[in-house]
């Protein structure tokens, strides 16, 4: 493999991907605590889609996100103290503590937003890149979608409205192989997602949405050809969770042996690998970098937990009479 | 007589260009803003060169061009959303669904999405979108396009419902509509397209979104009435003058905000009500205001609030059954005197 | 061309293209009188479509139909008196007058209506066909869309249960190349919509939908296929209307050159020529079935015009308290 | 005390085994009635192997097979579409879709089809399905996954609307909605899955569709709740009754068909009201229920009906802006003191 990489590319790239692994790690254990509540959806093991694919975005780009959407808001560049002080409920938060998990956004930086409706925010990201287009920006809109959320009719929808507008929209469908329990084959005949891209007319790649390299490649080549006009496309990422659907989810119907192969193509061990063998890194290299990111997670808890309660005198003001 | 707010009054008093047809006042509301800010654009089915099923989109493709005034397919839950992500990044779309019966089909969108962005992400975000439709039974269109469906939008926190009954209304609010920061689900009626009135000829004639409208003054009951329930109030308020009833006809015009006080301030006149609806009497909007009421000025009503109202039924094909089913100006009427104990007269 | 079509056959075929032709002329007349009000959509120029795949279909089949409705009705062997009588908004029509043109429907036979909303059938028929299989019977649905209903989510949605679940259900698109004005090739980049079935594992195929006897074949192998356990299918017939969307649409953005070129393979003119050609008819044969479908629709709008008004009385009766 | 028709009375009066959950007592009624007739049949996310997030359909896979007792993809509105299909060709489906929330992603296909078929097609065809679905706040789910949207179904004619606030209610009122020819919704309270009670232990325990009960007898105030507002208005009444208080609790069960007559001869004797209900304010059920009240028992009131509701507003992440956006059981205690005008305990 020729290298086109620069060490500092890599260590980005790297350093993304254990902050979401640090991020998501460090909430289940606030959630085990009890001081997370109500959903919480990691994004573990498809930490490398979320960071390949917002590695190949420009500043002036949008994104919509998904229920599992801490990874996009992360890798997007939003800061952890205000993520954490929105999961846990606080006023300092991203959304005032009013949004939590499910709904994390980072509107300064073109995130429009994490969505508890699976496939809610498809339509929304074809409305960002269109809505782009008429401010005569050079903007992409990534939509970041899942294999449950393409089932939902407005993948389809949406997909012919990018493809007959011209829209700059990459479409990315994380297939984790489940929609909860519902393994993808049975939620459809034909399991590889990306091939209904064509019958709209729209030219789709499967890939190994593990492989933060191949990620970021495909994105970029399709970023390109978006801003050139030839938009939408759409990737398909294979990939797998960590564990279940949800932390209180045990995830039983997942079969080891697959377990056992995706974590071997772990997208962080990957990632570490590609920091090492390509960008020329040291393990304390590494190392290093997994301290300062642990730290940087230290302190963004630290934040939330000093961080006052959002009042309910504050909240009824706000609210006033009509929202 | 109008309860509009001062800086309306220029408006009221300034000159009439005669009539002007409520289909051409949309028109004209959307050109305008079209014209004064490169941000409004309008989407839907058949808006561009057909002018919309109503004429309503009439001539704007050829002034504005196929980039503002686009033609969508039939992918409504999809071209709403479209219109939701416009509006998150800086622009303020116009989306036309048909008929409001089609809504149905963006509830998730309206519901889920816009309603909720502004509040769920801490205020981060606005969604300034003007879904605008058409409700309504009249014309013989049968069950799936007669239906009068606002008290879904007004129970949802989030959006404004507004709902003109004439052409300087429908003007002054849509302008109003396109300019406001909310989703604002804007209704226009189908019998209403063709009625004319007159329309203010300023520059930028708008009517603050929570602004009700005495539509007729009156001493002895109040009628309480929107879209096209209000010509037909008044149409039954001229009637009951002759026999010695004058009734105040009370228009709110936007359901959401709502002018409670205009409401209240006329019911403490007349202590009688009557609220005239076309949805269906079962969980409409005409219960709620009645409940705001009997909450708020109990102690003026002598008697009942009465609800003349659509029957719980879907609307049939057939014109005789179709027009059994909402509220005529004969229902009216007789509400009135039953709520006046004029019941010898039934 | 090889014969394998009984004259029977053939002059059924005939008479079911000749009767559609005959009622939606009349229903035109009627509607220009006053006696038809509300919305009318006329089904000239795709009735080979309907007729085409009707014959095709078995006593214990199902479909379901759009707001362009008559058509299916017909070829699916409604009776002509109740037709009329319903679109003219009488008690004694199929649906009592109270759901006219756009919400005909003939459950004896299996036809589970016409739809106001585009798409609006598409679900249910999967569901028919699913319904079919749990009770153990060999019935397919012949579910009737449009190319502007293909653009309405649930048809990918439905069309992907269907395939995930082998469903026994035959989607005919009729691809009359315009949802009112908009033309297909504005609606989508790939106009070709038969496309769309290979994305969710299903075979599709694009014929000439004016060609009652391509249409026949197409269906009646699909058909087969889908009692095989082969379903679910896809058929886009390419059509064209005669005139504009409904009976008020002058449809000026019809081009006349398309105009032409679509009259010319009038499907009732290829019925008829099929008829005589193929099934060895004459002239004075032809002549006598179009009489005797002519008297059939004299016949229908007497009944019509004769039938009683329905009643506000019982209508309120029958409403009750709550529907 | 109850109001349960003569029929019920043996169930009432039979041996009860100990208390049941709610979620018990919901797969208890899918079980048997998918016993009794080959016809029903369950459909939804996760409902199979899983047992549903709620644990509703827990053991139905095993016992009826994976072709009664169907997963789906996400694909909510044609896979209730697919429902409406099924129940029209001859099989009677229980559609579950998992939050309430997701539900305005099958209105087209319950407003515009299920409600509507059976009136469209002249009765031709009748869509027995069922539509069970869960609503509420109270577990930090979000603006999302959160609210009570009942009055969007209350308001559509042809549906009819169930909210069981006990198991043995929850599961009467299932079986009897399964057996009904008309689309019944069906909606549960995330938060009373796991509560507790008595259910009869009698064959085939039914509850008709239409019969409300009376939760607790008192003479002062009548307290109108439904779903999780019932258990909470209990424990407020038993807080009111140490201050001698007695409210009578009104659950009227089914909001579609409504026993009108149970709640205003509730009102008659108390001549007090208050309405609880955990949906927002605006245009929600309770509001329709005072305009019934006041238009037939104006005379028995002596001062306004109270709605104690949700505020208007999305449902926050916050646990703590969360509950203050519902009513708790302080604020109907407040409510009540105020409708006695004994404000001074406020
Ligand atoms: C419209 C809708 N239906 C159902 C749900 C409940 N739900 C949340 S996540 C989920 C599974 C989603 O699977 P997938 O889309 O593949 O995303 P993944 O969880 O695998 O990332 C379901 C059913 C929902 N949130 N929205
Ligand atoms: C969901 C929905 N959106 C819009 C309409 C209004 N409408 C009725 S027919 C029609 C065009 C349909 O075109 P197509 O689906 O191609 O069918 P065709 O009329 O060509 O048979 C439209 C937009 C509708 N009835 N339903
Ligand atoms: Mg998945
Ligand atoms: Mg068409």
Same mark, same amino acid.
């Given at each position: 493999?020729?290298?086109?990489?620069?060490?500092?590319?890599?260590?980005?790239?790297?350093?993304?991907?254990?902050?979401?692994?640090?991020?998501?790690?460090?909430?289940?254990?606030?959630?085990?605590?009890?001081?997370?509540? %109500?959903?919480?959806?990691?994004?573990? +093991?498809?930490? &490398? #889609?979320? @960071? =390949?694919?917002?590695?190949?975005?420009?500043? !002036?780009?949008?994104?919509?996100?998904?229920?599992?959407?801490?990874?996009?808001?992360?890798?997007?560049?939003?800061?952890?103290?205000?993520?954490?002080?929105?999961?846990?409920?606080?006023?300092?938060?991203?959304?005032?503590?009013?949004?939590?998990?499910?709904?994390?956004?980072?509107?300064?930086?073109?995130?429009? %937003?994490?969505?508890?409706?699976?496939? +809610?925010?498809? &339509? #929304?990201? @074809? =409305?960002?890149?269109?809505?782009?287009?008429? !401010?005569?920006?050079?903007?992409?809109?990534?939509?970041?979608?899942?294999?449950?959320?393409?089932?939902?009719?407005?993948?389809?929808?949406?997909?012919?409205?990018?493809?007959?507008?011209?829209?700059?929209?990459?479409?990315?469908?994380?297939?984790?192989?489940?929609?909860?329990?519902?393994?993808?084959?049975?939620?459809?005949?034909?399991?590889?997602?990306?091939?209904?891209? &064509?019958?709209?007319?729209?030219?789709?790649?499967?890939?190994?949405?593990?492989?933060?390299?191949?990620?970021?490649?495909?994105?970029?080549?399709?970023?390109?050809?978006?801003?050139?006009?030839?938009?939408?496309?759409?990737?398909?990422?294979?990939?797998?969770?960590?564990?279940?659907?949800?932390?209180?989810?045990?995830?039983?119907?997942?079969?080891?042996?697959?377990?056992?192969?995706?974590?071997?193509?772990?997208?962080?061990?990957?990632?570490?690998?590609?920091?090492?063998?390509?960008?020329?890194?040291?393990?304390?290299?590494?190392?290093?970098?997994?301290?300062?990111?642990?730290?940087?997670?230290?302190?963004?808890?630290?934040?939330?937990?000093?961080?006052?309660?959002?009042?309910?005198?504050?909240?009824?003001?706000?609210?006033?009479?009509?929202? | 007589?109008?309860?509009?707010?001062?800086?309306?009054?220029?408006?009221?008093?300034?000159?009439?260009?005669?009539?002007?047809?409520?289909?051409?006042?949309?028109?004209?509301?959307?050109?305008?803003?079209?014209?004064?800010?490169?941000?409004?654009?309008?989407?839907?089915?058949?808006?561009?060169?057909?002018?919309?099923?109503?004429?309503?989109?009439?001539?704007?493709?050829?002034?504005?061009?196929?980039?503002?005034?686009?033609?969508?397919?039939?992918?409504?839950?999809?071209?709403?959303?479209?219109?939701?992500?416009?509006?998150?990044?800086?622009?303020?779309?116009?989306?036309?669904?048909?008929?409001?019966?089609?809504?149905?089909?963006?509830?998730?969108?309206?519901?889920?999405?816009?309603?909720?962005?502004?509040?769920?992400?801490?205020?981060?975000?606005?969604?300034?979108?003007?879904?605008?439709?058409?409700?309504?039974?009249?014309?013989?269109?049968?069950?799936?396009?007669?239906?009068?469906?606002?008290?879904?939008?007004?129970?949802?926190?989030?959006?404004?419902?507004?709902?003109?009954?004439?052409?300087?209304?429908?003007?002054?609010?849509?302008?109003?509509?396109?300019?406001?920061?909310?989703?604002?689900?804007?209704?226009?009626?189908?019998?209403?397209?063709?009625?004319?009135?007159?329309?203010?000829?300023?520059?930028?004639?708008?009517?603050?979104?929570?602004?009700?409208?005495?539509?007729?003054?009156?001493?002895?009951?109040?009628?309480?009435?929107?879209?096209?329930?209000?010509?037909?109030?008044?149409?039954?308020?001229?009637?009951?003058?002759?026999?010695?009833?004058?009734?105040?006809?009370?228009?709110?015009?936007?359901?959401?905000?709502?002018?409670?006080?205009?409401?209240?301030?006329?019911?403490?006149?007349?202590?009688?009500?009557?609220?005239?609806?076309?949805?269906?009497?079962?969980?409409?909007?005409?219960?709620?205001?009645?409940?705001?009421?009997?909450?708020?000025?109990?102690?003026?009503?002598?008697?009942?609030?009465?609800?003349?109202?659509?029957?719980?039924?879907?609307?049939?094909?057939?014109?005789?059954?179709?027009?059994?089913?909402?509220?005529?100006?004969?229902?009216?009427?007789?509400?009135?005197?039953?709520?006046?104990?004029?019941?010898?007269?039934?």
């Amino acid at each position: 493999m020729a290298n086109p990489y620069s060490k500092a590319f890599l260590t980005g790239l790297y350093r993304q991907l254990w902050t979401i692994r640090a991020f998501e790690t460090r909430c289940i254990q606030l959630y085990r605590q009890g001081l997370i509540r %109500g959903y919480l959806h990691p994004y573990l +093991g498809q930490e &490398a #889609i979320a @960071v =390949g694919v917002c590695a190949a975005l420009g500043p !002036q780009d949008y994104l919509t996100s998904t229920h599992r959407g801490h990874g996009h808001c992360i890798a997007r560049g939003a800061d952890l103290r205000r993520m954490t002080a929105e999961i846990t409920g606080k006023q300092a938060g991203y959304c005032q503590g009013r949004g939590g998990s499910m709904h994390i956004a980072d509107m300064s930086q073109g995130n429009l %937003g994490a969505n508890g409706i699976v496939g +809610g925010g498809t &339509a #929304i990201g @074809v =409305g960002a890149a269109l809505s782009a287009r008429m !401010q005569g920006k050079d903007s992409v809109c990534a939509v970041f979608t899942s294999d449950g959320g393409v089932m939902n009719g407005t993948f389809g929808e949406s997909l012919n409205l990018a493809a007959a507008w011209d829209l700059p929209v990459l479409f990315v469908i994380e297939n984790n192989q489940y929609a909860v329990s519902l393994p993808v084959r049975e939620a459809t005949r034909e399991p590889e997602l990306y091939k209904r891209a &064509a019958g709209y007319g729209v030219e789709g790649r499967r890939i190994n949405g593990n492989h933060v390299l191949e990620v970021y490649e495909t994105a970029a080549e399709y970023v390109r050809r978006c801003r050139a006009g030839e938009g939408p496309f759409v990737i398909e990422a294979l990939t797998y969770r960590h564990a279940g659907h949800h932390v209180n989810d045990p995830g039983t119907y997942m079969p080891e042996d697959q377990k056992e192969h995706y974590r071997k193509m772990d997208p962080c061990l990957l990632g570490r690998q590609f920091l090492i063998e390509l960008g020329g890194a040291s393990c304390e290299e590494v190392a290093a970098i997994e301290a300062d990111v642990q730290q940087a997670m230290d302190d963004a808890v630290e934040f939330a937990r000093q961080s006052p309660e959002t009042t309910i005198e504050d909240f009824l003001e706000q609210i006033g009479g009509d929202q | 007589m109008s309860a509009t707010p001062p800086h309306d009054l220029r408006a009221r008093h300034s000159s009439h260009r005669g009539r002007v047809q409520y289909r051409t006042a949309l028109n004209e509301a959307l050109a305008e803003e079209m014209r004064r800010d490169p941000k409004v654009f309008v989407l839907g089915e058949g808006i561009g060169e057909r002018g919309g099923s109503y004429k309503v989109t009439q001539g704007l493709r050829a002034e504005f061009g196929a980039g503002r005034v686009i033609d969508t397919p039939l992918a409504e839950a999809s071209f709403t959303g479209v219109g939701i992500g416009a509006a998150l990044t800086g622009m303020r779309p116009v989306v036309e669904i048909l008929f409001i019966d089609f809504t149905m089909l963006v509830m998730d969108q309206i519901v889920n999405q816009a309603a909720k962005v502004r509040f769920m992400t801490g205020n981060q975000a606005r969604v300034p979108l003007v879904l605008r439709t058409q409700g309504g039974a009249g014309n013989g269109l049968a069950a799936q396009h007669s239906q009068s469906l606002e008290a879904l939008f007004y129970h949802i926190p989030g959006l404004k419902v507004v709902m003109p009954s004439t052409p300087a209304d429908a003007k002054g609010l849509l302008k109003a509509s396109i300019r406001d920061d909310s989703p604002v689900i804007f209704i226009e009626h189908k019998l209403l397209y063709l009625t004319e009135g007159p329309v203010p000829a300023v520059e930028d004639y708008m009517i603050p979104l929570g602004k009700g409208d005495i539509k007729r003054t009156g001493r002895d009951v109040t009628l309480i009435a929107w879209s096209n329930m209000v010509p037909r109030s008044l149409a039954a308020a001229d009637k009951l003058a002759a026999e010695g009833i004058e009734a105040e006809v009370v228009d709110p015009r936007t359901l959401v905000p709502l002018d409670e006080e205009l409401i209240l301030a006329s019911v403490r006149k007349t202590e009688h009500v009557v609220i005239v609806q076309e949805a269906v009497r079962r969980g409409g909007v005409a219960s709620d205001l009645a409940s705001i009421i009997q909450a708020k000025a109990f102690d003026y009503l002598d008697g009942p609030i009465e609800i003349v109202a659509g029957l719980n039924t879907p609307i049939p094909f057939n014109l005789a059954l179709e027009s059994a089913c909402v509220p005529q100006e004969a229902d009216i009427i007789r509400a009135v005197r039953r709520v006046l104990g004029r019941n010898a007269c039934l």
